[in-house]
């Protein structure tokens, strides 16, 4: 069992639709990840929330959106997607926060797979 | 571009046998992690390495990291197939951890 929990697990969308993807943890750490991740590649790093600022966006298109409400909560607002957006979205969280910390591990999601039609 | 490559991109081997994946990168490593993911599932965090020469081990899983902080292997001994999945090395080249990557990965399959 994983302590970073994802929902929904899956998700089909239309291209016109607006869904949210949600991550929470409850391990107290400070910085949070969304990771894009198509079959058989690595995951890519899209956005990461240290202190629930945004720290680092990876160039991502405008209509991924994210949110960082609280400490322990992450969302992932979808509009307008492409087909090519259908991908695993994972959601990372670690300790980690402030500049010049020692890196610490990230733990993950189970994901969730997510279909544009 | 890939700045941290896996070797080899594949390996079936049979039950009982050790192996070895490879990590390389092309610039010095603030940390090293290695990661295994089921298909279409998360990641599960196997070790992390920060020293140069630096090695751990749990259960039947070892991994190091070069003097020089540019490489990283991940031995596993009498493979079972429970081992089987995507072995990812991910590093970070700062400080803050803000520049985080995966490699390539590689797929083991090991047989019964």
């Known amino acids: 069992d994983t302590e970073v929990t994802q929902t929904p697990k899956h998700l089909v969308m239309g291209m016109t639709n607006k869904k949210s993807l949600k991550c929470e943890q409850h391990m107290g750490h400070r910085a949070m990840y969304w990771y894009k991740q198509k079959a058989k590649k690595p995951p890519e790093l899209m956005f990461v929330y240290s202190y629930e600022k945004l720290s680092i966006n990876e160039s991502v298109p405008s209509r991924f959106s994210p949110e960082c409400p609280n400490s322990s909560l992450l969302n992932l607002h979808l509009h307008a997607l492409q087909p090519e957006d259908s991908a695993l979205y994972l959601c990372?969280?670690?300790?980690?926060?402030?500049?010049?910390?020692?890196?610490?591990?990230?733990?993950f999601g189970d994901g969730t797979r997510l279909s544009i039609l | 571009s890939q700045e941290l490559e896996q070797s080899p991109q594949s390996l079936i081997v049979q039950e009982g046998k050790n192996l070895t994946i490879n990590c390389t990168s092309s610039k010095t490593l603030y940390g090293l992690y290695w990661y295994k993911q089921k298909y279409g599932e998360g990641l599960i965090f196997l070790m992390m390495?920060?020293?140069?020469?630096e090695e751990k081990s749990h259960e039947k899983i070892t991994a190091k990291l070069d003097e020089k902080k540019q490489q990283s292997s991940l031995h596993i001994t009498a493979s079972q197939p429970s081992h089987a999945g995507i072995y990812l090395c991910?590093?970070?080249?700062?400080?803050?951890?803000?520049?985080?990557?995966f490699g390539t990965g590689t797929s083991l399959t090991v047989i019964p």
């Open positions: 991910g590093a970070d080249w700062g400080p803050t951890g803000n520049q985080f990557y």
């Open positions: 390495l920060q020293k140069g020469g």
């Open positions: 990372a969280s670690s300790p980690k926060g402030d500049p010049g910390q020692v890196t610490q591990p990230q733990h």
